[in-house]
């Protein structure tokens, strides 16, 4: 498998680690079925980029699987993030945002559904820390122009629709600015109630 996933580490770094530029994320010890979910939604369409799109296009579900499965069985170390060049209030915007939410804007807490050490859950709720800013911003940006779709109902979509421009940066620059800790890993299954009806996990 380590051959024949040579494609995805020349962006995503050795073992899925992470690419160097701050944009292609970590796949090690993600979730197996949020990886899965995700090769598909390229292959399929519901994600936007064409590079991937082209590598995926002609793969069956059970290949994508073993990829998957290779990528969430890497347990390497993380780096030391890179603290984001904001100000104090924008970073504890972020960190309201990312433990609390704001419910008086229908803004769940991300902790809601990542689970309280931001590390996902099994078996397709994907971990928050240890990303690049840049790759936060674009995402949640995808998902609220609706470049990025996921199985209705689309509960990311909704999320961050809520969301103000302003929102997604401190979000982005607080996570991307926090330590991962040492026994960082996915939350057991069933572990979180989901404060939103969420397709992608029915």
């Known amino acids: 498998m380590r051959a024949r996933v040579a494609a995805c580490t020349a962006c995503h770094g050795e073992q ?8 292609y994320p970590r796949l090690a010890g993600k979730p197996r079925d949020y990886l899965y979910h995700q ?5 399929d369409g519901r994600r936007q980029y064409a590079p991937m799109t082209h590598l995926l296009r002609n793969l069956p579900d059970d290949y ?11 347990h390497v170390a993380y780096p030391a ?11 504890e915007r972020g960190r309201l945002l ?9 803004v769940p ?13 099994a078996p397709a709720i994907p971990g928050l820390l240890g ?22 109902p689309d509960c990311m979509a909704h999320v961050a629709r809520q969301m103000t421009p302003e929102d997604i940066a401190a979000v982005a620059a607080w996570l991307s600015s926090q330590p991962v800790p040492a026994a960082y890993q996915p939350e057991p299954p069933g572990s979180i109630a989901l404060p939103v009806s969420c397709g992608s996990q029915e």
């Open 64 to 74: 994508l699987r073993d990829i998957a499965a290779y990528f969430a069985d890497q």
């Open 16 to 23: 899925g680690r992470a690419g160097p530029d701050g944009y």
């Open 39 to 43: 090769l598909r939604n390229f292959r």
């Open 109 to 121: 807490a991300c902790a809601a559904c990542h689970g309280a050490s931001l590390g996902g859950a």
């Open 131 to 152: 990303l690049p800013r840049d790759y936060l911003l674009a995402q949640i940006g995808s998902w609220r122009s609706g470049t990025r779709r996921a199985a209705e």
């Open 81 to 91: 993030p890179v603290p984001a060049d904001v100000g104090a209030a924008m970073l």
């Open 98 to 106: 990312t433990t609390a939410g704001d419910k008086g804007r229908d």
